[in-house]
């Protein structure tokens, strides 16, 4: 896939053209899809949510936005991985409201951002500290939401923020300092 094609039909979308709504699903579908799987990788395993309807949720909220101001094909892919995050985080929410009144016990960062087995709550826990982090530093809240949520690698990261890569290992080092940081401390209260 071209990446001027994806971006010429979001333009065009954005533009009133329903039809390069159509044209654009079969182009995007398998990057989707690609996002949902590494983002599914990093949870509990059992997870009841599959690739498949994690793609097409996000596709959905993609497309419902209104006045959405597609700049090009990493942008709409950033937009997939902030999509993404949010389902999952929605998804763990829904689960944690049903058993409410267990209790939490800590959560240890280097497990949330790098073993497939977590809880929903580590899920909540990691979204509480991120929507923080991302008050003081937006891009490196979106680089954590990048490479974890939507398991893209830093080269991809790089080209979807336009930056270098060099600051999207810098920014990953740090946001992951500071998210263990605050998330030990509200495991531990």
Same mark, same amino acid.
């Given at each position: 896939?071209?990446?001027?094609?994806?971006t010429?039909?979001?333009?065009?979308? #954005?533009? !009133?053209?329903?039809?390069?709504l159509?044209?654009?699903?079969?182009?995007?579908?398998?990057?989707l899809?690609g996002?949902?799987?590494?983002?599914?990788?990093?949870?509990?395993? %059992? *997870?009841?949510?599959q &690739?498949?309807?994690?793609?097409?949720?996000?596709?959905? #909220?993609?497309?419902?936005?209104?006045?959405?101001?597609?700049?090009?094909?990493?942008h709409?892919?950033?937009?997939?991985?902030?999509?993404?995050?949010?389902?999952?985080?929605? *998804?763990a929410?829904?689960?944690?409201?049903?058993? #409410?009144?267990? !209790?939490m016990p800590?959560? $240890? =960062?280097?497990?949330a951002? /790098?073993?497939?087995?977590?809880?929903?709550?580590?899920v =909540?826990?990691?979204?509480?500290?991120?929507?923080? =982090?991302?008050?003081?530093?937006?891009?490196? $809240?979106?680089?954590?939401?990048? #490479?974890?949520?939507? %398991?893209?690698?830093?080269?991809?990261?790089?080209?979807?923020? %336009?930056? &270098?890569?060099?600051?999207v290992?810098?920014?990953w080092?740090?946001?992951k300092?500071w998210?263990?940081?605050?998330?030990?401390?509200? %495991? /531990? &209260?």
């Amino acid at each position: 896939m071209l990446s001027s094609d994806v971006t010429q039909l979001l333009r065009s979308w #954005r533009d !009133g053209n329903k039809q390069a709504l159509d044209e654009l699903l079969p182009l995007v579908y398998t990057e989707l899809r690609g996002l949902a799987e590494r983002a599914l990788r990093h949870e509990r395993p %059992g *997870h009841t949510l599959q &690739s498949t309807a994690l793609v097409h949720e996000a596709y959905l #909220r993609l497309v419902q936005q209104d006045n959405a101001e597609w700049q090009n094909r990493a942008h709409f892919f950033a937009m997939a991985a902030r999509m993404i995050r949010r389902i999952l985080v929605d *998804h763990a929410r829904a689960r944690h409201a049903a058993k #409410r009144g267990s !209790g939490m016990p800590k959560l $240890a =960062l280097d497990e949330a951002l /790098g073993v497939a087995e977590k809880n929903d709550w580590e899920v =909540l826990a990691l979204d509480d500290a991120l929507n923080r =982090l991302a008050q003081m530093d937006e891009q490196q $809240a979106q680089v954590v939401e990048m #490479r974890f949520f939507a %398991g893209l690698t830093v080269e991809e990261t790089a080209e979807a923020l %336009g930056i &270098s890569t060099a600051t999207v290992k810098r920014d990953w080092a740090t946001a992951k300092a500071w998210l263990f940081r605050e998330v030990s401390r509200a %495991g /531990g &209260s």
